[in-house]
């Protein structure tokens, strides 16, 4: 009888076991940050207390490198094999929402009420990714810098004017002490293009594509302000403000060596100049006379369309957005917290902190890239664009060439849905 | 006069010796780079790349750059998967192919010439345009596994290597080979009374050294180098070979030092192999003007 009972028990012990096993459905999640050390040690870390903080939902993880991540998506919704969860770069979403490889996050808003703008991925009208950190650009120049030049340090309130700008470049060249006097990152390519230098289009009025139609760039980017802005954009270059061809070598440490007296660089490069120069300084961005703008919005977290467990994918993402992880990303790779109590949280966010400027930034000047599936299209145009005119190409006829290509590839596909 | 003679020649000696230590110089520059840089921090190799310095081991040199790139991603196992994924396509494809080409010369069979007409063909076909088709075809493809039955072949060993076992250039390859043997050979063993995959195995395919060195030596930098097919297939690390692994290298701040690491490690098995088949790879292009 005793052996009876025993039996019994470890049938039911293991009837039990089984069935806790069997209650945890899996997952799937792509993630761009293989390589990335700190960065996947966070994201193992809340995926592992998300599985242990529930009992119906357990999320794996396959890392890609970035360079690779958006063609190995592209190929897996070919091939009919997305995850439930992946990443998406924040102005790509549009497309992939519109191509049908995302479905609508099912999380509750009032969890992202006190987001910054950036980080909140919506295409028509419905939010398809949140993202759990933001990137902003400042000029990044050195206190002595500014003061052996006889400059004013401009404040959020009181940006530099283009005339304020161009007078400090000038001051710059002047002085003899530096290569040049601005370095805007021509060595970087790809979306930097768009991300860090569609800004200073926008500040002086023009634009990639017609934001109240997303039907044409005609007008906005080969209209009177983009034309001042391309040929201002030629200007650095032509006036030796700035190096055209770049060495990457020099884009990552030239300011370091002192060839240049401004950089125009991203939060993530902010921490090592700080440990080089302690009275590294982060301006806002010049106000070309439409105001000052910055780019916004990072990588992003969405649910697949073909996932068959939305509901799980969206509460892993939910659960991704506590502050504990948003400040753990901020600290551990520079990245901008998007939410004021996350940043209070953080060493180099929080009032008083070196970086705070960053956070001030983002929510006084960033303006997101194009809300269109047909940016990835249009991101390439510009930037080809922008790199002839910087190399001495005509600036009216590079633009109008630029409206032309993007116009005709909006047609092609039917106004993306616009 | 013999003294002129014998100056005259000691002289167009060392002008060609001269010449060919400068082309030398000039081929092994680039490798010499990658080997130093790898010894070097990022600040030093970044700064040491305008001078001579970047082909010396001068400076701050240790080995900090390999630690750190295995720390980075998995580099013994993107070595294995690519060593792997490389070794059988290029014994597959050797067999296959030379079998193909064998079939093309010696045996008379109607249609050859059309049919040999269509896969020389496919030389023109870059690899991008039949990708998609073929990543559709393989994600549709029934796979028998641990679990049993199920569909798709992405994720996997096999998926990498079937589809690149028969090629139109390696096709090629052994057809001009095999049509310069001498033809005697075959007609007498047929006359002794050999079959076919007798004469294939103990005649043709003794005779075919040369070839098959160049055939492997080209079949296994194609595979070693595959960079889109793998991205397309392989979403798990655990398959990923080492080209589609050069890039968790890539950061926003690349690690340079690092990158030069983990290319002078991946690139030992392509050395090793090339070196292994250098003396028949050499015979081969020699004998049929055959360049790589």
């Known amino acids: 009888m005793t052996q009876m009972k025993w039996l019994a028990g470890a049938a039911l012990a293991a009837a039990a076991w089984s069935g806790a096993a069997q209650a945890q459905t899996t997952l799937t999640m792509w993630y761009h940050g293989a390589g990335n050390e700190v960065e996947a040690k966070i994201v193992d870390q809340i995926i592992a207390d998300f599985n242990a903080s529930q009992t119906d939902w357990k999320v794996e993880m396959q890392s890609f490198p970035q360079a690779a991540y958006n063609d190995s998506v592209v190929a897996g919704a070919l091939a009919g094999n997305l995850p439930d969860i992946l990443d998406v770069d924040g102005p790509v979403m549009p497309n992939w929402a519109w191509s049908g490889y995302m479905q609508p996050l099912q999380i509750d808003e009032a969890a992202i009420a006190n987001f910054l703008p950036g980080p909140k991925g919506y295409w028509n009208g419905q939010l398809y990714s949140i993202g759990l950190w933001d990137a902003a650009v400042a000029l990044v120049t050195r206190q002595s810098y500014l003061d052996e030049l006889g400059l004013r340090t401009p404040t959020l309130d009181q940006p530099w004017t283009k005339d304020e700008f161009m007078a400090a470049l000038e001051a710059a060249k002047a002085s003899g002490k530096f290569e040049y006097a601005f370095d805007p990152g021509m060595a970087w390519t790809g979306e930097w293009y768009p991300y860090a230098f569609s800004p200073f289009l926008q500040s002086f009025g023009g634009d990639i594509v017609d934001r109240t139609t997303y039907k044409t760039a005609e007008g906005v980017l080969n209209g009177d302000a983009a034309i001042a802005f391309g040929e201002w954009w030629q200007g650095l270059f032509a006036n030796g403000y700035a190096q055209a061809a770049q060495d990457p070598a020099d884009r990552d440490s030239g300011f370091a060596a002192g060839k240049y007296a401004f950089s125009w660089n991203g939060n993530w490069a902010a921490m090592n100049t700080l440990s080089q120069f302690p009275d590294t300084v982060f301006l806002p961005a010049p106000d070309f006379g439409n105001g000052p703008k910055i780019g916004a919005a990072s990588w992003q977290f969405g649910v697949s369309a073909s996932s068959q467990h939305p509901e799980g994918a969206s509460a892993f993402i939910q659960f991704a957005l506590q502050d504990k992880y948003l400040a753990a990303f901020s600290n551990g790779i520079g990245l901008i917290p998007p939410t004021a109590t996350a940043a209070a949280m953080t060493d180099n966010y929080k009032e008083g902190g070196p970086m705070a400027v960053f956070y001030d930034l983002t929510k006084a000047q960033a303006l997101v890239r194009p809300v269109t599936p047909g940016y990835v299209v249009q991101a390439k145009v510009f930037e080809k664009a922008l790199a002839d005119i910087a190399n001495g190409a005509d600036v009216a006829a590079t633009l109008d060439a630029a409206v032309d290509e993007i116009n005709a590839d909006i047609e092609k596909n039917g106004g993306y849905g616009h | ?292």
Not at chain 2, 223 to 252: A, D, H, I
Request: net charge neutral; with cysteine.
């Open chain 2, 1 to 292: 006069m013999a003294a002129i003679s014998a100056d005259n020649h000691g002289l167009r000696l060392a002008v060609r010796y001269a010449v060919l230590i400068l082309i030398a110089i000039i081929f092994v520059f680039p490798l010499v780079f990658m080997l130093m840089s790898s010894l070097k921090p990022d600040q030093q190799l970044l700064q040491d790349t305008a001078s001579l310095r970047a082909f010396l081991p001068v400076g701050d040199i240790s080995l900090a750059n390999y630690s750190a790139a295995f720390d980075r991603a998995p580099v013994t196992l993107f070595i294995f998967n690519s060593v792997v994924v490389t070794g059988i396509t290029v014994v597959l494809s050797l067999l296959v192919c030379s079998m193909a080409a064998f079939a093309f010369v010696f045996i008379g069979w109607r249609g050859r010439e059309f049919l040999l007409t269509v896969i020389l063909a496919t030389l023109i076909v870059p690899f991008e345009t039949i990708a998609i088709p073929l990543l559709l075809i393989a994600s549709k493809l029934p796979s028998i596994g641990l679990d049993g039955l199920s569909t798709g072949w992405l994720n996997s060993y096999h998926v990498q290597i079937v589809p690149f076992i028969a090629d139109g250039l390696t096709v090629f390859l052994f057809v001009q080979y095999f049509k310069d043997l001498p033809s005697e050979l075959i007609e007498a063993a047929r006359v002794e009374g050999a079959s076919w995959p007798q004469i294939y195995r103990r005649i043709v395919m003794p005779l075919a050294g040369p070839v098959l060195a160049t055939a492997a030596i080209l079949k296994f930098l194609a595979m070693y180098n595959q960079y889109l097919w793998p991205l397309m297939v392989v979403q798990e690390e655990g398959y990923r070979p080492v080209m589609v692994g050069l890039q968790y290298f890539f950061q926003q701040n690349v690690a340079w030092g690092e990158v030069m690491a983990y290319l002078s490690m991946i690139t030992v098995p392509v050395l090793a192999f090339y070196l292994y088949l250098q003396r028949a790879f050499i015979a081969s292009i020699a004998s049929t003007g055959v360049k790589g």
